[in-house]
């Protein structure tokens, strides 16, 4: 059984890639804000965005999924490793000084 979730055109579109773990199918999505994978259930179309804070660019729209490819759950682990390290980390808060009292 397929379907597909409607897409929100004002949403970014973003490459998902099929991991299949234990007979269980989950699509992965290359965050860049977080730098991290969200696991989304296997449908293209419109998500919540999964990012960890309000200051993601995905967090008031969302995105749009698009199956570009399958990958192994320790494919998925290496590619994320490979990007963090090439990827700077991006701070979007304000680093709070500390007080010496």
């Given amino acids: ?28 999505v290359w965050c860049n804000h977080c730098r991290d994978w969200h696991v989304h259930g296997p449908a293209p179309g419109h998500r919540e965005a999964h990012c960890r804070g309000q200051e993601s660019p995905y967090y008031r729209t969302g995105y749009n999924l698009k199956l570009v490819g399958k990958m192994s759950q320790t494919q998925a682990r290496r590619e994320a490793e490979a990007r963090r390290k090439t990827m700077p980390l991006v701070i979007t808060r304000p680093i709070p000084k500390f007080k010496w009292h």
């Fill in 1 to 28: 059984m397929s379907f597909e979730i409607p897409a929100k055109p004002s949403a970014p579109t973003l490459p998902a890639y099929e991991v299949t773990r234990i007979r269980v199918v989950r699509w992965f």
